[in-house]
């Protein structure tokens, strides 16, 4: 299973399914505004309710393309990068694969109290 891209020597890909995605989503128990993604580039946790607050939306349905896609940064100049997953270079480190065989790069849902042991 290579599709020839270049691995990134510096992140370590992961692939996921749909289902193990969303359950990574459900775990933090939060609601759903509330679950936290890491940027792959500045590290930055951010939410769905983050990124209302930043401007990227006004409700959940308008930042819904931008949650584990897109920095925060690209919304709110004061944190995050403007790192966005739609750009040229393919560099993330997790593929979630849905059921018609797409390979889909998001942000990893990390909980914002990640142990840190
Ligand atoms: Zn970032």
Redesign the pocket.
Known sequence: MNNGDQPVESLDMEETTQDEYLSAIRSQNVALGGATFQ??????L?SANDLIEAGAGKDLDEVEGYVGFS???RFDKTR????TLGGLFGLHNLEVITPDGKHHPRFRPVPREAPHD
């Open positions: 940027c792959p580039i500045c590290g930055t951010q920095c925060i940064g995050g990068c403007d790192w």
